[in-house]
T-cell receptor
Framework: GNSVTQMEGPVTLSEEAFLTINCTYT??????LFWYVQYPGEGLQLLLK?????DKGSNKGFEATYRKETTSFHLEKGSVQVSDSAVYFC?????????????FGAGTRLFVKA | GAVVSQHPSRVICKSGTSVKIECRSL??????MFWYRQFPKQSLMLMAT?????????EQGVEKDKFLINHASLTLSTLTVTSAHPEDSSFYIC??????????????FGPGTRLTVL
């Protein structure tokens, strides 16, 4: 079945550091891939997405590239801010095999220190 | 962008009572709505999938008589936690899938409802 594996946290960085959160997936079809962000006490917000191989999703300085050959969708940001502190979820959805369900990774908590 | 609301945002109830949580798509018609449960510092666990006008499909291990889901219209789904107990305390999040338009198949998440059962 479909699944998502992402690096365990927490990740603690200083402001302006480079961020990478690894995400790999297993899917039988051709899924769409997502990164969601959850701020404390809130629901999920879509951060970025990619719907096919080699697509790059980007938003608010974050980016991730859909790599079919390595089944990966790593999240990167060149210079993090304190306001980026949150939990980040990698996810996939495959309408053709998953019935529009979204499969989430375990989440990675990011702390950014001033 | 598409907006999904949930009501209430927080609820505290006594053990044995029932609690209803509403999920509304405010500016689009939602063909499908999903209900998730999130325990502290954990990922989202899909509880059930509901399509407008039909019975919800529950994930394995989720009690359908305990968690009643009604999807009466294309903009409203409700989750009722019946005879709530402290172990039902959790963060419940809904999402809605747009049935048509530019956001077709994209899911939009509500802000979540924190349930505390005393």
């Amino acid at each position: 079945g479909n699944s998502v594996t992402q690096m365990e946290g927490p990740v603690t960085l200083s402001e302006e550091a480079f961020l990478t959160i690894n995400c790999t997936y297993t899917a039988t079809g051709y899924p769409s891939l997502f990164w969601y962000v959850q701020y404390p006490g809130e629901g999920l917000q879509l951060l970025l997405k990619a719907t096919k191989a080699d697509d790059k999703g980007s938003n608010k300085g974050f980016e991730a590239t859909y790599r079919k050959e390595t089944t990966s969708f790593h999240l990167e940001k060149g210079s993090v801010q304190v306001s980026d502190s949150a939990v980040y979820f990698c996810a996939l959805s495959d309408p053709h095999t998953g019935g529009f369900k979204t499969i989430f990774g375990a989440g990675t908590r990011l702390f950014v220190k001033a | 962008g598409a907006v999904v609301s949930q009501h209430p945002s927080r609820v505290i109830c006594k053990s044995g009572t029932s609690v209803k949580i509403e999920c509304r798509s405010l500016d689009f018609q939602a063909t499908t709505m999903f209900w998730y449960r999130q325990f502290p510092k954990q990922s989202l666990m899909l509880m059930a999938t509901s399509n407008e006008g039909s019975k919800a499909t529950y994930e394995q291990g989720v009690e359908k008589d305990k968690f009643l889901i009604n999807h009466a219209s294309l903009t409203l789904s409700t989750l009722t936690v019946t005879s709530a107990h402290p172990e039902d305390s959790s963060f419940y999040i809904c999402s809605a899938r747009a049935g048509r338009g530019a956001s077709y198949n994209e899911q939009f998440f509500g802000p979540g409802t924190r349930l505390t059962v005393l």
